[in-house]
């Protein structure tokens, strides 16, 4: 099972990107999917999940509303848009594709993760 992320970079604060998850020999379309990500000097931490079939998700509080979670089961991808990024929001993001269906906050629900991307956001 592989999972390549994609889509960091710099952006200035205010600005948006668009994280990109290729998943490969999983059952992707049976997994819920998840983002974290870990700042430096930080814990990693959640960030926002979709059910298997993209009808539940689930962010963190920080998120409020700025980010929003999506997948494509047919191209096995699942996508995290950033929208009104802080310099705090600057850390590696992983994706990770869970061991259920539903949700899942903690990453110990987590079976398999990404070599994650870097965002970096400036002040």
């Known amino acids: 099972v592989q999972l390549q992320a994609s889509g960091g970079g710099w952006v200035q604060a205010g600005g948006s990107l668009r994280l990109s998850c290729e998943v490969s020999?999983?059952?992707?379309?049976?997994?819920?999917m998840g983002w974290f990500r870990q700042a430096p000097g930080k814990e990693r931490e959640f960030v926002s999940t979709?059910?298997?079939?993209?009808?539940?998700?689930s962010d963190a509080r920080f998120v409020m509303g700025r980010f929003t979670i999506s997948r494509d089961n047919g191209k096995n991808m699942v996508y995290l848009q950033m929208n009104k990024l802080a310099p705090e929001d600057t850390a590696v993001y992983y994706c990770a594709a869970s061991g259920g269906s539903f949700t899942a906050v903690d990453e110990d629900e987590y079976t398999f993760w990404g070599q994650g991307t870097l965002v970096t956001v400036s002040s």
């Open positions: 020999g999983h059952s992707f379309s049976t997994k819920a």
């Open positions: 979709i059910s298997a079939s993209g009808g539940s998700t």
